[in-house]
């Protein structure tokens, strides 16, 4: 008989997300260990816990999930949690990081962009690029052939996040882009059909006036769920909503495509015990859905 699925989960916030827990429980876990204010240094001895327990064909049964509202600090026990692993001896487990939603969010972003563009023809703004989720937005157009202006309003942060992505994908067509006002932001949106606002929660990127005035704008993305929101005259519950020349999304529109793609993700983690799940890995889930 198969040994129940257990999911270990690393959360760096105090309290290990309530939201994540639910999700593993719906995705079919049977078994969730919930750790609060993992520290990098305490990776190691938990990982451990749970690749000496069990057999090599069993540790398919046991994964890792990494969440936490700091995505740097995720990133950091991502790292910690695979260099702790002995894969030399098939002990290992597989991983899923989505530190704060970033990794869900920003597949099921562009998961929501294909199905209404050629991302190989597209050529995409990302506003609010620089922050863990436009990163991620920009890092999967990018690998899909998508032409992409990252925005900032520093031209270095910009850039910085354009390298980084180059980084993993040599190939990506990215432009760095600075933008402070409206008089920025049309130069920046000129000649491009798809928009995606990953700014901070509560600023608005993209005002209405600029969106009218893009001529070429075909689909909008906004992923901030709390007003005022990213994009002027879009709704959080926008889900391929005509508004005036354009197709919109809002948060939560994207939000049902994000749960699946968290559900999902959770789910194929127990297929396996070689996997390490990030972005790209997130949104190849999206083939299937
Ligand atoms: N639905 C979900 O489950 C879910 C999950 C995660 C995130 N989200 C939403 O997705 C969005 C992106 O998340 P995130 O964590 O990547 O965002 P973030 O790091 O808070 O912000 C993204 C970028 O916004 C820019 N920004 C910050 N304050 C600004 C201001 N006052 N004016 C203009 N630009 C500003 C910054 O870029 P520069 O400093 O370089 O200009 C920053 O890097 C947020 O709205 C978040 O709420 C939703």
Do not use: W
Not at 241 to 265: C, E, F, P, W
Request: proline share 4%; net charge neutral; hydrophobic share 45%.
């Amino acid at each position: 008989m198969d040994k129940r699925k257990i999911l270990l989960q690393l959360d760096s916030d105090p309290h290990p997300s309530v939201f994540d827990r639910v999700v593993a429980i719906d995705a079919g876990v049977d078994e969730l260990f919930s750790y609060g204010n993992v520290q990098p240094e305490q990776v190691a001895g938990l990982v451990h816990g749970a690749i000496f327990t069990r057999g090599p064909k069993d540790l398919k049964r046991t994964a890792i999930f990494i969440g936490g509202s700091n995505v740097e600090t995720g990133e950091i026990l991502l790292a910690k949690a695979v260099a702790a692993m002995l894969p030399a001896f098939g002990l290992r487990v597989s991983v899923l990081l989505d530190a704060n939603g970033a990794n869900t969010t920003a597949a099921a972003a562009v998961r929501v962009a294909a199905k209404h563009l050629s991302l190989a023809c597209t050529k995409a703004i990302v506003l609010g690029g620089t922050g863990p989720v436009g990163q991620r937005v920009a890092l999967l157009l990018a690998r899909q052939g998508a032409e992409v202006r990252l925005a900032s309003r520093q031209l270095p942060r910009a850039k910085a996040a354009c390298d980084a992505i180059l980084r993993k994908v040599p190939e990506a067509k990215l432009e760095p882009v600075a933008i402070t006002g409206e008089s920025e932001l049309g130069p920046a949106l000129d000649g491009r059909t798809l928009a995606i606002a990953a700014g901070a929660a509560g600023v608005v990127l993209l005002p209405k006036s600029a969106r009218l005035a893009c001529s070429t704008l075909q689909l909008v993305i906004d992923l901030n769920a709390v007003p005022p929101l990213g994009i002027e005259g879009v709704e959080v519950t926008d889900s391929g909503t005509q508004r005036d020349n354009v197709l919109a999304y809002g948060a939560i529109g994207v939000g049902s495509t994000k749960m699946k793609l968290h559900r999902a993700a959770v789910a194929r983690l127990f297929e396996s015990n070689d996997q390490v799940m990030d972005a790209e890995e997130v949104y190849a889930l999206g083939e299937a859905l």
